[in-house]
């Protein structure tokens, strides 16, 4: 079973509307949660990272949300554009201090239509 | 752009050739990583350097598989008889060790398609 969920597996909005992305992880202890965009045929591009200690990091349109008590983030992308049609993954870092084994979500397929 | 850079982009090969893909890492990065990438899935790990030092191997890098950091700068992938199962973007990361906030920064990838 995968230790990271995302839902839901794609999404189709239209440009302007807010979206919102869940992840759900089992990974314990962990490190820190980041969410990557993976635009098609790219690799991914850091977006946020949150430490089990901090439950919310804005960056420009994207505000990503952890709670570490019920394992639990959320991506929220407010006033979409054509350009955030993406794939949005979700990573954990297991263990305390460790990077090598990050945990990956499958992530949620975004398509923004005019 | 990241500052991670891979090459060849795309190979096409015939089942049972050779391949060899090259990854650039962001230059003061002491830790590499290669992942495999099938549609609509993760990234998975395949293998991580610190420095030249192969530190770890995922069960999916089979004897198939190599992976150098000589100088621990650059690092080469290299797939032996290819197999139309290898067919997959390869994805190479560094970072550098830096506890929680330690970030890694992927490359554009090359994809492998095995015929």
């Known amino acids: 079973k995968n230790q990271v969920e995302q839902s839901p597996q794609s999404l189709i909005i239209l440009e302007g509307k807010n979206c919102t992305l869940q992840?759900?992880?089992?990974?314990?202890?962990?490190?820190?949660l980041r969410w990557y965009k993976q635009d098609t045929g790219r690799g991914p591009v850091s977006l946020t990272i949150m430490t089990f200690s901090e439950n919310t990091k804005s960056n420009g349109r994207y505000t990503a949300t952890l709670d570490a008590d019920t394992k639990q983030s959320s991506l929220h992308i407010t006033a979409s554009q054509l350009s955030d049609s993406a794939s949005y993954i979700c990573?954990?870092?297991?263990?305390?201090?460790?990077?090598?084994?990050?945990?990956f979500g499958k992530g949620n397929q975004v398509v923004v239509i005019p | 752009d990241t500052g991670v850079s891979q090459d060849p982009r795309h190979k096409i090969t015939k089942r049972g050739q050779n391949v060899t893909f090259r990854c650039d890492p962001i230059?003061?990065?002491?830790?590499l990583y290669w992942y495999r990438q099938t549609l609509g899935q993760g990234p998975e790990f395949l293998t991580y350097?610190?420095?030249?030092?192969?530190?770890?191997k995922s069960r999916l890098l089979s004897d198939r598989f190599s992976a150098e950091r000589p100088k621990g700068s650059f690092s080469t992938l290299e797939i032996q008889r290819t197999e139309q199962g290898d067919s997959a973007m390869y994805l190479c990361?560094?970072?550098?060790?830096?506890?929680?906030?330690?970030?890694?920064?992927f490359g554009p990838g090359t994809r492998l398609l095995v015929l």
């Open positions: 990361a560094s970072s550098l060790e830096q506890g929680f906030q330690e970030t890694q920064y």
């Open positions: 990573v954990v870092t297991p263990g305390e201090n460790g990077n090598n084994r990050l945990a």
């Open positions: 230059s003061e990065h002491n830790r």
């Open positions: 992840c759900n992880y089992t990974v314990s202890p962990f490190s820190n």
């Open positions: 350097f610190q420095n030249e030092a192969q530190l770890e």
